[in-house]
C-alpha cells in the first residue's frame, strides 16, 4: 500500500506515493530521476549514497523515504544548482580529488556537512568526518588536501 | 611545465571532474532505456554440488516475467579469459563449482518480480566434497574440480634463467623464507552493472561496468554466436575496477542473453554480495624464496615456489602465475632465477587480476626477505639494494629489458625525504620504544598493566619504519589472445567548424584518468588547451583498444593519439602552409595559433574568410593572428574532414621461452616507498604513520593524476598488508561479503602519503610516458611488514598482517 510523503529535494517541495518499505535512496534515484546519488552497498557501509537532511550526513540506504517526510533533502545535484559550481565541487577538482567518482557526491556533502560546522577544520577532523565514506581510488589524501582547500579559499574571503 | 611542453607534465583538472563533482556522470545503473527489463541471477548455494533436478515452470508462469534462461535454453560455449583455458560456460550444467556460480537468469518487469521469480525456480542439489584447502588440492583423494584439470592443476610453470644450483654452491649467505596471504577483493565501489539492448536491426548494444570492452565484445559475440560487428559495447562512467571487471562475467552475458530473448532492454545490476561471490580479484598465494648473495650482498640467483588458489576457474589466473614469477626479474640485478608455480582450482569464487597483477605478494615476500639478508650482513637494507639496482639499459635474467629506469633515483628520493638513518644492526628486543607523556610505557617493561598502580590500562606502543622498491610493465606486450592486432587504435578528428578536436578510441576510463591522458596528448600535439579537445572513449565502434589492464593504456593508446594527432596536425600545416605560400616544415602549431618560423603569423584571406563565414558571430578571436580555429576550419573547406589515425602495437619483445610473454612489455615502471609504523604490542594494532612513495612513471603526463594513482596504489597496499582477507566458512560461504565485515581502508587508515615523482625519458613511451597505475603498489605491502619488523623484531608470515596475527608473532618469537 502506497502512503503520501511529502519532503523539499534541492529546494523544490515534492509530494510522492510511495511504498513503506522504499528507500530514500531510491525515491532519489529512481522516482525523481537523481542519479548524482550512487548505490555502492545498499547496507550502510559505503557512503556512496550519502546526502544532506536537514543539513546532516545520512547513508540514504538506510532512510526510509517515509522517514524523510517534511525534510529537507540535499543531493548533490543541488549543491551546483544555478550553475555554478561550489567551491567544495571546484576545490575537489583542483585538489585532484576525483577519480572514479562513485565516491565523490558523497564526498561532497559530507565536506559540505563539515564546513558548515568548522570553517576551518583541522586534517583530523577531515579524516574524521569523511571515515564512513569508503574511496578505493584516492587514498583520501587529495580529498582531504580538496576540503582543506575549500576552507582556506572561503577564509580567504574569495567565496561566500 | 616541464621540457618545453605547453600541457604535458602539468596538473590541469581531469577532463571528468566537473561531471563527477555535479553527480551528471552517469554509470551503468544510471542508465534507463523505455521498457526496460530487470535481470537477477540464481546463483548456488553450494561449494560443489551436483545439479539434480532444475525446474523454472512456476518462474516462467509468474506475471511480469518476460525470460527465464537456464543451461537448457542458452548456448553451451566455453569461453574465459585465456583461450587455452576457456574452462566456464554460462550457466551450470550438471554441476555447481562454487558458491555463487549461476544456475539461471531471468528477467522481469522490476526486481520484485524478479526476485519472485527466482524464489520459484526449484532447484534439487547433491552435495558433493567440496576442494577448499589449496594445499591438499592436488591429493590424490581428492574430487576433482574440472575435467581438464586432473589433481585440480589448473597450470604448472617452471622457468629457469641462468643456473641457479652453481649460483647456489658459490653464495656467501643463501636464505629461505616464506610468506602467505589470503584471497582479497577489489572493492571498487561501483558494483558490476549491465544494461543490454538490441535495436531494430539485430545489433546487441551493452552498457557495461567492464574494464575491458574489447575482449567483452568478442566474448559476448562468441558466446551468443554473433558477428564481432553486431555486439556494439559501450562503457558509461565506471567507478573503479582494479582488475575484476578484466573479464566477460556470466552476469554481462546473461544480460545480452536476456535483451534478445525477450526484445526488451535489460538491466542487471550485482549487489555487494554478489561483488564477492563473483570474486575475480587477487588470488591466495603461498610462497617460498630461496635466496643467495655474496659476501657484499650481491643477489646470486632466486629459487622461488609458488602456489596459487585459483578458485573455480582459470579466469585471468595463467597470467597470474606467470607474473608471480616473472616480475622478480627486476629491479635488482639477478644473475639466475628458478621459477616454480602450480595453480590450483578449488570450490572458491574465482581469481583474476587485481592491481599488481601476480607480483603483489611475491614482491612482498622478497623484499622483506632482503631486509632480513641485509641484516644478517649488517648492511643498512637502502644500500643492500642500492648495491643490486639495475640502471636503464640493462635486461634481466629473463629478458626484459630496462630501457628506462630511476629505481636508484626513486630510492635515493625516498631516503632522503623520509630523513631515513642507515641503520645498525638491531638488538634483539625492539627499538624505537615510545615513553610517551600520555601514558604509553616503554616496550620491554611488563605487559599487560602489571605494577601500574592506578589499575588504568596502558600500552605499549613501538615504532619502526621499512623500505622496499618494486617494478612493473607499461602494458603486456602480447594480447590476450594469439594475434598481431595493434593493441591500441585512436582517431582524431577536427570539427569540421574548426576549433573542437574530438579523440575517439575504445579506451577504458575506469577512474584512472586516461581520457584526461588522451586528451593532453592530443592537445600538446595541436597546441591548443586540454579543454578544446573531446574525448570519446570506452564505445568498440571507435576503436579498438585491450582495454584497462597491466598499466597499459597511457603507453599504447598515448602512443596511438600521439600519431592520430600528428596526423591531423600535418594536414592542417599542409593547407595553412599552401594558404601562406611558405613550406610546411617552418610551420607549428602553439598556443592555440599557426607559428611560422616560431612567431605567429597574419593572413588577411583567410581571417577575411573566416569572419564573413561568421559575419555577426563574436569569434572571440583575440588578437590577429591565424588561429587553430581557423586553420582547421580552412583545412575542412580545403579538404573535407580532417581525420587523422594512429596505432600502436608493440616490437617483439622478451624471451622465447615458455610464459615469456607475460612480464615483458614496451617499458617499466619502478618504485621505492618508506612506511613508517606505530604498532601497539598488547593489542598488535598496526598504525601507519606516513608513507613516503617514490614512483618512476616516466615522463608525466599529468602530475596530479600521477601522484593520485601513487596514492591509490598505497592505500590498497594498506589494505591489502593490514586488514583485508575474504574469509571462508567450512562450506565454502564467505563470511564477510559486505564492506562493513570485508574492511578496506577508511580515511583513518590510509597515513599521509608523500608522493615524489621520479621523471625519466622512456624511449619507448609516448612523450616518454610509462605506467603508474600499478607499480606503485608493488612495495607497500614489503614496506609496511618491514616496519612492522623494525618496530616489534617479529615477521609475520601470513597476510594481512592483523592485530592477532601480530599477537600471535609476538608470542612465538618474544618481540616484547
Ligand atoms: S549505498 Fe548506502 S552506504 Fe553504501
Ligand atoms: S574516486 Fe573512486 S571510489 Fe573514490
Same mark, same amino acid.
Do not use: W
Given at each position: 500500500m502506497k502512503r503520501l510523503v511529502n519532503l523539499t529535494v534541492n529546494g523544490t517541495a515534492r509530494e510522492l506515493a510511495v511504498e513503506p518499505r522504499r528507500t530514500l535512496l531510491a525515491l532519489l534515484r529512481e522516482d525523481l530521476g537523481l542519479t548524482g546519488t550512487k548505490q555502492g552497498c545498499a547496507e550502510g557501509d559505503c557512503g556512496a549514497c550519502a546526502v544532506l537532511l536537514d543539513g546532516e550526513p545520512v547513508n540514504a540506504c538506510l532512510v526510509l523515504a517515509l522517514e524523510a517526510a517534511g525534510c529537507?533533502?540535499?543531493?548533490i545535484e543541488g549543491v551546483a544548482a544555478d550553475g555554478t559550481l561550489d567551491p567544495l565541487q571546484q576545490a575537489f577538482i583542483d585538489a585532484g580529488a576525483?577519480?572514479?567518482?562513485?565516491?565523490t557526491p558523497g564526498m561532497v556533502l559530507v565536506a559540505r556537512a563539515l564546513l558548515a560546522r568548522h570553517a576551518a577544520p583541522t586534517p583530523r577532523e577531515v579524516r574524521h568526518a569523511i571515515a564512513g565514506n569508503l574511496c578505493r581510488c584516492t587514498g583520501y589524501q587529495k580529498i582531504e588536501d580538496a576540503i582543506l582547500l575549500a576552507a582556506r579559499r572561503r577564509a580567504a574571503g574569495g567565496t561566500p | 611545465m616541464s621540457g618545453g611542453f605547453d600541457v604535458? #607534465?602539468?596538473? #590541469?583538472?581531469?577532463?571528468?571532474?566537473?561531471?563527477?563533482?555535479?553527480?551528471? $556522470?552517469?554509470? /551503468?545503473?544510471? +542508465? /534507463?532505456?523505455?521498457? +526496460?527489463?530487470?535481470?537477477a541471477l540464481l546463483q548456488s548455494p553450494y561449494a560443489h554440488a551436483r545439479l539434480v533436478r532444475l525446474d523454472t515452470s512456476r518462474a516462467e508462469r509468474l506475471p511480469g516475467v518476460a525470460a527465464v534462461l537456464t543451461a537448457r535454453n542458452t548456448p553451451r560455449v566455453p569461453y574465459g579469459v585465456s583461450p587455452a583455458r576457456y574452462d566456464e560456460q554460462l550457466f551450470a550444467g550438471d554441476r555447481v563449482r562454487f558458491i555463487g556460480d549461476e544456475i539461471a537468469a531471468v528477467a522481469a518487469v522490476d526486481l520484485d518480480t524478479a526476485a519472485e521469480a527466482l524464489s520459484l525456480i526449484r532447484v534439487e542439489y547433491e552435495p558433493l566434497e567440496p576442494v577448499l584447502d589449496a594445499l591438499t588440492a592436488r591429493e590424490p583423494d581428492r574430487p576433482q574440480i574440472h575435467e581438464a584439470y586432473a589433481r585440480n592443476v589448473c597450470a604448472q610453470v617452471e622457468q629457469h634463467f641462468g643456473d641457479v644450483d652453481a649460483a647456489r654452491a658459490g653464495a656467501y649467505l643463501v636464505r629461505q623464507d616464506r610468506l602467505s596471504s589470503k584471497m582479497q577483493n577489489a572493492a571498487f565501489l561501483e558494483p558490476q552493472a549491465a544494461l543490454a539492448e538490441v535495436d531494430g536491426r539485430g545489433r546487441l548494444t551493452i552498457w557495461s561496468s567492464t574494464q575491458v570492452p574489447h575482449y567483452l565484445q568478442r566474448t559476448v559475440a562468441m558466446v551468443l554466436g554473433l558477428a564481432e560487428r553486431d555486439v556494439h559495447v559501450v562503457m558509461p562512467r565506471v567507478g573503479g575496477g582494479f582488475g575484476a571487471k578484466a573479464s566477460a562475467s556470466a552476469? =554481462? @552475458?546473461? /544480460? %545480452? +542473453?536476456? $535483451?534478445?530473448?525477450?526484445?526488451r532492454p535489460t538491466k542487471t545490476v550485482f549487489s555487494r554480495e554478489q561483488v564477492f561471490l563473483h570474486g575475480r580479484s587477487r588470488h591466495q598465494f603461498w610462497h617460498t624464496m630461496t635466496?643467495?648473495?655474496?659476501?657484499?650482498?650481491? @643477489?646470486?640467483?632466486?629459487?622461488?615456489?609458488?602456489?596459487?588458489?585459483?578458485?573455480?576457474?582459470? &579466469?585471468?589466473?595463467?597470467?597470474?602465475?606467470y607474473y608471480a614469477g616473472s616480475l622478480l626479474g627486476a629491479p635488482y640485478r639477478l644473475r639466475s632465477m628458478r621459477y616454480r608455480g602450480v595453480r590450483?582450482?578449488?570450490?572458491?569464487?574465482? %581469481?583474476?587480476?587485481?592491481?599488481?597483477?601476480?607480483?603483489?605478494?611475491?614482491?612482498?615476500?622478497?623484499? /622483506?626477505? @632482503?631486509?632480513?639478508?641485509?641484516e644478517e650482513l649488517g648492511l643498512d637494507p637502502i644500500e643492500l639494494r642500492l648495491r643490486n639496482v639495475m640502471a636503464a639499459g640493462e635486461t634481466t635474467c629473463n629478458d626484459l629489458a630496462m630501457s628506462s629506469l630511476g629505481m636508484r633515483e626513486c630510492l635515493e628520493a625516498v631516503r632522503d625525504r623520509s630523513g631515513w638513518q642507515p641503520r645498525a644492526p638491531r638488538p634483539a628486543a625492539p627499538r624505537a620504544v615510545a615513553a610517551e607523556p600520555d601514558g604509553l610505557r616503554p616496550a620491554g617493561s611488563s605487559a599487560g598493566g602489571n605494577g601500574n598502580p592506578l589499575g588504568v590500562p596502558i600500552s605499549a606502543v613501538v615504532r619502526g619504519r621499512g623500505v622496499a622498491c618494486g617494478f612493473f610493465v607499461s602494458g603486456a606486450g602480447y594480447p590476450i589472445y594469439r594475434s598481431r592486432t595493434p593493441h591500441a587504435s585512436v582517431v582524431v578528428r577536427l570539427d569540421e567548424t574548426g576549433g573542437g578536436v574530438e579523440v575517439q578510441s575504445a579506451v577504458a576510463e575506469i577512474g584512472q584518468g586516461c581520457e584526461t591522458v588522451l586528451a593532453t596528448i592530443a592537445a600538446e600535439v595541436l597546441g591548443v588547451p586540454v579543454a578544446a579537445v573531446r574525448v570519446r572513449s570506452g564505445d568498440t565502434d571507435l576503436g579498438l583498444d585491450l582495454g584497462a589492464y597491466s598499466s597499459r593504456t597511457t603507453l599504447m593508446a598515448g602512443h596511438a593519439v600521439k600519431a592520430a594527432a600528428e596526423h591531423v596536425r600535418d594536414q592542417v600545416l599542409a593547407v595553412v602552409a599552401t594558404a601562406l605560400g611558405v613550406p610546411p616544415a617552418t610551420l607549428a602549431l602553439r598556443g592555440a595559433l599557426v607559428l611560422a618560423a616560431g612567431a605567429p603569423v597574419v593572413s588577411e584571406a583567410i581571417r577575411t574568410e573566416y569572419v564573413k563565414e561568421h559575419r555577426g558571430w563574436n569569434l572571440g578571436l583575440a588578437g590577429p593572428h591565424l588561429t587553430f580555429a581557423e586553420a582547421a576550419r580552412l583545412a575542412f573547406l580545403e579538404r573535407g574532414p580532417v581525420v587523422g589515425t594512429g596505432l600502436y602495437r608493440p616490437p617483439a619483445l622478451g624471451g622465447s621461452f615458455k610464459g615469456a610473454a607475460v612480464g615483458t612489455s614496451p617499458a617499466y615502471g619502478c618504485s621505492a616507498q618508506i612506511a613508517e609504523v606505530r604498532v601497539d604490542l598488547d593489542t598488535g594494532q598496526v598504525t601507519l604513520e606516513r608513507v613516503v612513495?617514490?614512483?618512476? %612513471?616516466?615522463?608525466?603526463?599529468?602530475?596530479?593524476?600521477?601522484? #593520485?594513482?601513487?596514492?591509490? %596504489?598505497? &592505500?590498497?597496499?594498506?589494505? =591489502?598488508?593490514?586488514?583485508?582477507?575474504?574469509?571462508?566458512?567450512a562450506? #565454502?560461504?564467505?563470511?564477510?561479503? &559486505?564492506?562493513?565485515?570485508?574492511?578496506?581502508?577508511?580515511a583513518l587508515d590510509v597515513p599521509p602519503i608523500e608522493a615524489i615523482v621520479v621523471e625519466s625519458d622512456e624511449p619507448n613511451g609516448p612523450f616518454g610516458a610509462k605506467e603508474v597505475g600499478e607499480g606503485g603498489i608493488m612495495p607497500t605491502i614489503p614496506a609496511v611488514l618491514n616496519a612492522i619488523y623494525d618496530a616489534t623484531g617479529v615477521r609475520v608470515e601470513e597476510l594481512p598482517a592483523s592485530p592477532e596475527r601480530i599477537l600471535a608473532a609476538l608470542r612465538r618469537d618474544g618481540g616484547a
Open positions: 529537507e533533502v540535499l543531493t576525483v577519480q572514479c567518482g562513485f565516491c | 604535458l #607534465g602539468g596538473r #590541469g583538472p581531469r577532463v571528468d571532474a566537473v561531471e563527477k563533482v555535479t553527480g551528471r $556522470a552517469q554509470y /551503468t545503473d544510471d +542508465l /534507463t532505456r523505455p521498457g +526496460l527489463l530487470h535481470g552476469m =554481462e @552475458l546473461a /544480460t %545480452c +542473453l536476456l $535483451a534478445q530473448r525477450t526484445g635466496t643467495g648473495v655474496d659476501r657484499e650482498g650481491r @643477489l646470486l640467483f632466486l629459487d622461488h615456489e609458488a602456489l596459487l588458489d585459483g578458485g573455480a576457474a582459470a &579466469s585471468f589466473g595463467i597470467a597470474t602465475i590450483v582450482v578449488t570450490n572458491k569464487p574465482p %581469481c583474476g587480476a587485481q592491481r599488481g597483477h601476480g607480483g603483489v605478494h611475491a614482491r612482498a615476500l622478497f623484499e /622483506t626477505q @632482503l631486509d632480513r639478508i641485509a612513495a617514490a614512483h618512476d %612513471c616516466g615522463r608525466a603526463i599529468n602530475l596530479t593524476q600521477v601522484e #593520485g594513482q601513487m596514492h591509490g %596504489c598505497v &592505500s590498497m597496499g594498506v589494505g =591489502e598488508a593490514l586488514f583485508e582477507e575474504v574469509v571462508f566458512g562450506d #565454502g560461504r564467505i563470511q564477510n561479503p &559486505s564492506l562493513a565485515d570485508y574492511r578496506i581502508p577508511t
